[in-house]
């Protein structure tokens, strides 16, 4: 009989994300954008919600015109409504699904600032603010408020939903 492994397996995909994600850190905008796009093609647009708000999430991060951005953080938003508990488990028993939309909204409030449609900025900025209970007391918990509590002063918003 099989014992029961206590860890989860790693997740090749997470992990190619993850290192295209530390091509684009070291400053190769260019190759992380061309090998996120190949990985895009290999999930596919009905690939595991995971594998796709992960990498459209970071692929955002690649591009310049805002309107490109906004376009992947959308497909990060969709992919994040699709996700269960049970697939953030199998992944890492850590994250929750609610941790992941105050990031996602901010990312959105953040891209509606830059193509000014300010209400559609405030809209996603709140939900940001909402959705900011649900993270941890860490360091990334920290600097997602101090991100959203930025825009809010940059909006002229209270930080009150």
Known sequence: MVERREQ?????????IGQVVMLHHAGDKE???????????????????LHRCTLAHYMADTHDD???ELAWDLRALTA???????????H??????RALYPSLHLNLAADYVKL??????????????????????DSYGDGVRAAIGRLEMRLGEDGRS
């Not at 890492?92 to 699904?97: K, M, N, Y």
């Not at 809209?123 to 941890?136: D, K, M, P, Q, V």
């Open 31 to 49: 190759e992380a954008r061309q090998r996120f796009l190949q990985l895009w093609a290999e999930i596919g647009e009905d690939g595991d919600p």
């Open 92 to 97: 890492d028993g850590t994250l929750a699904v």
């Open 116 to 137: 000014g449609r300010a209400e559609a900025a405030r809209t996603h900025l709140r939900r940001a603010r909402s959705a900011s209970a649900a993270l941890a007391d």
């Open 8 to 16: 989860v397996a790693p997740d090749a995909v997470m992990t190619r």
């Open 80 to 90: 994040a409504e699709e996700l269960t508990g049970d697939r953030l488990a199998r």
């Open 66 to 68: 805002p309107a490109d």
